[in-house]
């Protein structure tokens, strides 16, 4: 059953908002909405890769200290900042590096810039699910089935707005309106979805000189960047339970 008291659809529809920037968030009503948490760029992709790659949780930690404390109980541990790993940690937060037969079964702490901490921020949601495009289309038959308001939150860069996250929310707009029935929720959906419409067929291209990706490319990362945008290649759900994502499909490799 859907909860129509709230601002919605005349009609019962569920409705989509995109969050742009985590800094906005009180503006928006995630007790009765999923919250879809994205940083395209890139901890909410490599937490994709990760579970499809047989992890068993991952928890979402402040920073290095708060790592260092799991990393005694035996969880793995990624710790990225400025885009780089930090010594001493398993992972960074490269897809590729979650790619990794040995993290099947395994608990993960993770600690990135903004990803983690977009995740932490949305932690009393109805329910919070962890949005990439390499699970965008399961994310959505997922989503479609809930039948739940949903909210995109995006990570964006320190609180400010991202054209990368941005992009996926608007591909989520575009296909939960044009395939499952939701409704507009504010006006940032119609631009996220606009956006969408005009990168979609060539995202990375799209993205040539956005901040993230100027940042990125200085690392020599471009192929993490052409995969984060390859859709559908980490078919997964992760959700939070407590204080620990876990994978709510049953697809792995
Ligand atoms: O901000 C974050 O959480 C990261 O995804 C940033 S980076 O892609 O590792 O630089």
Redesign the pocket.
């Known amino acids: 059953m859907i909860n129509t008291h709230r601002m919605g659809d005349a009609h019962g529809k569920p409705l989509i908002e995109v969050c742009f920037s985590p800094a906005h968030y009180n503006l928006y009503d995630p007790k009765e909405s999923i919250v879809v948490v994205a ?1 395209i ?3 909410t992709s490599s937490i994709c890769v990760a579970f499809h790659y047989g992890a068993r949780s991952i928890i979402p930690v402040k920073g290095p200290e708060e790592a260092i404390e799991y990393k005694k109980l035996g969880y793995l541990t990624g710790v ?1 900042r ?2 780089e790993k930090i010594e001493g940690f398993d992972f ?2 490269s897809p590729f590096s979650y790619m990794d037969p040995a993290i099947k079964g395994r608990d993960i702490a993770l600690s ?5 901490r977009a995740i932490q921020t949305a932690k009393d949601a109805y329910k919070v699910v962890i949005g990439s495009f390499l699970n965008l289309d399961i994310l959505c038959e997922w989503l479609k089935n809930q039948n739940q308001h949903v909210i995109t939150l995006c ?1 964006g ?1 320190k609180n400010s707005f991202n054209l990368e996250d941005t992009l996926f929310a608007g591909a989520l707009v575009y296909r939960l309106r044009n395939h499952f029935d939701f409704s507009y929720g504010r006006d940032t959906c119609i631009a996220a979805e606009y956006l969408y419409l005009l990168g979609r067929n060539d995202m990375n291209k799209f993205l040539k000189e956005s901040s ?1 990706r100027r ?2 490319e200085k690392l020599g990362i471009e192929k993490d960047i052409k995969f984060c945008l390859t859709p559908n290649t980490a078919p997964v759900i992760p959700v939070l339970d407590g204080n620990a994502l876990v994978n709510s499909s049953v697809l792995a490799v």
């Open positions: 940083d760029l890139r901890a990225e400025q885009g960074g937060n990135t810039t903004n990803g983690t990570a860069w993230h940042r990125l």
